[in-house]
């Protein structure tokens, strides 16, 4: 079977496994979210509120909690020390609304405790901000032009952004792990039904973070079975 140049085997391999894997994690994490999201909490407080009572309850008073309109682009940002979260975790009582709420602030306790994994995230953005930027041009140069040198930069671009996602794991998946811990040991969720949806939640979005590293690997190995090819 003839394939257009980089658009082989290995393509459907590396690029086109990853993104079905992908676009699965997303469909896990919005149906969660969907289905939970309409689950009252017991407690009765907003994700803005949980948010808040738990930077209290961890003697974090330098953090704003603030809203935005991105859906699910709740987030906190460590170099303006601001907790940013969705209209839909900000002002709802959910239980999805909750771990989400409770996760976000998992990075800001990382962030006062200095966590290593975090500490180690911030410093590799930079780079990692200016390897996504440089991608575009590098794959569209090196795909489309056959411009090896291109292709090398492109590779070491993916290998930055590997990192990136190899790092952000343990960082994740920690901010996760706190927040399931305190919203049990606040009384903000409580035993059973609850506690399974945040569980729920939390799992279907971690999925996403791994499905982001296993795509930046499938690029990296591409672009080296296209390098390659070409040697």
């Given at each position: ?159 930055i952004l590997l990192v990136f996602q190899l790092i952000t794991l343990p960082v994740e998946f920690d901010a996760s792990r706190r927040a399931k811990i305190i919203l049990q040991q606040m009384g903000i969720v409580q035993p059973g039904n609850e506690v399974a949806g945040v569980n729920k939640v ?30």
């Amino acid at each position: 079977m003839f394939y257009p140049y980089g658009f082989g085997h290995h393509w459907l391999l590396y690029i086109g496994v990853p993104l079905i894997i992908g676009l699965w994690a997303q469909v896990r994490v919005s149906s969660a979210f969907s289905k939970w999201g309409k689950v009252r909490a017991s407690s009765n407080i907003t994700g803005a509120e949980c948010a808040r009572e738990i930077l209290q309850s961890a003697q974090i008073h330098d953090v704003d909690v603030m809203e935005t309109n991105d859906f699910l682009g709740d987030h906190y940002d460590p170099t303006r020390k601001k907790l940013c979260l969705s209209s839909n975790v900000y002002n709802t009582p959910s239980v999805a609304a909750l771990g989400i709420a409770a996760h976000e602030t998992g990075h800001a306790i990382q962030h006062a405790k200095a966590y290593a994994p975090l500490k180690a995230r911030m410093a590799i953005v930079p780079v990692t901000m200016v390897a996504s930027q440089m991608l575009p041009f590098v794959i569209f140069g090196g795909l489309f032009f056959h411009i090896t040198g291109l292709i090398t930069l492109g590779i070491y671009c993916y290998a930055i952004l590997l990192v990136f996602q190899l790092i952000t794991l343990p960082v994740e998946f920690d901010a996760s792990r706190r927040a399931k811990i305190i919203l049990q040991q606040m009384g903000i969720v409580q035993p059973g039904n609850e506690v399974a949806g945040v569980n729920k939640v939390l799992n279907a979005a971690a999925l996403t973070y791994v499905a982001a590293f296993i795509a930046a690997l499938g690029n990296l190995l591409w672009l080296l079975s296209m390098r390659d090819r070409r040697n």
